[in-house]
């Protein structure tokens, strides 16, 4: 870019040579210029802080649950299993048939709600805090710090040729690395087929190739997001670096650098007067474009590729502690409030604007909704489907039959029986044979006969007449409650 941006050289007089002439005119035609410069690799700063505490609260908080919920028992199972191959998910108390996928819909939209809710409201904290990404980064490069060293202990070994110090501890990072990966890989796995019995087959070199292709497939993209590629998935591969910017306004809180107090920057001594020499709080350190894992400057402002880890505010509250400024050049403030110069209690007030009122609302019905859903959800499923080979028939005794099967799926963890009968046309019988058992969190199907007396059939004439049949769940034991569901269907009468 900078030689098409160079000044052109002076032409010559009509007919005089000039430095042009001697060369083609298509080379100029011909040149390229790159638009593309290579990324260098970001070496980001360990930091210590307020800040830095909790992100590594949420890292541990996280990985916790990630890691050690497919260990913890419910009723002599997995607490939280998604049997893909039964077709069943288990969380914990719950037992969810594929009919229930309005649940996993409705907890999408709540989430894609709450992230729009705290958006509006605090920026990217999700970014920062609580998102895999960020959590695993934080996780290898915690790693990368204990084998390799900080900051410049890295930059000085990259720099330098390859020796055996520098060999053994690339080795024993990148051994690491995979052992994180892989064991995310495997915890990943343990969510659709049991941990206990994915650890055996493990043990045994047994292991299915499904099985073995995701732990892989996971593990790699742990391994790739979070060791090599880093701030690149949050700037070019995220999505939500893009659209972020419709859900900030002046009142969003976000990572902000006060150049008021911090321009104009230069360095100095400690026991230098800042204004006596004209100089703002910022001592140029550069501290703070050091930690971040992005490496964007936040004094420039507002940046999509900022993710809000909060690193710089750690870092430069460090930086003003040492100098005896006080703290809050870089800070959680809103556009509105550097400007305005609020006081907390002012920005609080901000918070309930239009539209983080719109966003909470529709959160607390979609909560409520779910809630209600979850508690008044039946413990039981019924499907009813027509017998699509033969719709109508006349049997020996002149009655009209249709048949019906139906599908009983028992959402306890208790073996349970159910009583089915059918109404809608006078006379109708059912022939299921009795009460219907089905095993504890299983589906058992059945085939249902539905009679009419002929009489009944000459009076309701030909033609698909509506049903209903009415399924009860048999009290189990002394004080369970008496559960029904009514499912509709027709009845076909042939002419």
Known sequence: MSQAAAAPEPVPPSGGPGPAADHDSDDAATSVVSMYVKQKKIYARAVTGWFAGWRWA???????????????????????LFDLGARRFYIFGMVLYPQDFIYLTALLIISA????????????????????????????????????????????RDAGPWNFDRLWRAAAKQAAWIAIALWTG?????????????????????LGPWEAFWVFFYGFATYGNAGFMREQVCKYMCPYAR??????????????????RGEPRGSRSRKADRKAIGKGDCIDCGLCVQVCPTGIDIRKGLQYECISCTACIDVCDGVMDKMGYP??????????????????????RRVMRPRVLVYTGILVLLLGALSASIALRSPFRVDVVR?????ARIVDDGQIENLYRLQIMNATEQPQR??????????????????IEVLPAQAR???????????????????????????????????DSVVRTVEKSTFVIPR
């Open 113 to 156: 709600y709450s992230l729009f809710l705290f958006t509006a409201v605090a920026g990217r904290l999700w970014c920062g805090f609580a998102c895999p990404q960020t959590v695993y980064t934080e996780i290898f490069m915690w790693v990368e710090r204990k084998v390799q060293g900080d900051r410049m202990a890295r930059m000085k």
């Open 418 to 435: 159910y009583q089915v009968t059918v109404k809608g046309l006078p006379g109708m019988a059912l022939d299921v044979g009795g009460a």
């Open 186 to 206: 495997f915890t990943f796995v343990g969510y659709f087929t049991p941990i206990h019995t994915l650890a055996q087959l493990v043990s045994q070199f047994a």
């Open 58 to 80: 949420f890292v541990w908080a996280t990985q916790l649950v990630f890691y050690g919920l497919p260990w913890l028992q419910w009723n002599d199972r997995q607490a939280v």
């Open 387 to 391: 017998d699509r080979a033969s719709l």
């Open 243 to 260: 659209f972020q910017s419709a859900m900030f306004d002046k009142d969003t809180l976000i990572v902000s650098y006060d150049p008021e």
């Open 445 to 479: 199907w059945l085939t249902a006969a539905v009679r009419i007396p002929p009489q009944a059939g000459s009076e309701a004439g030909a033609g698909a007449h509506p049903i209903e049949f009415e399924i009860q769940r048999l009290p189990h034991q002394p004080g």
């Open 327 to 348: 703290r809050g050049l870089i800070r959680f403030d809103t556009q509105n409030g550097m400007a305005q110069h609020l006081t907390p209690a002012q920005r609080l």
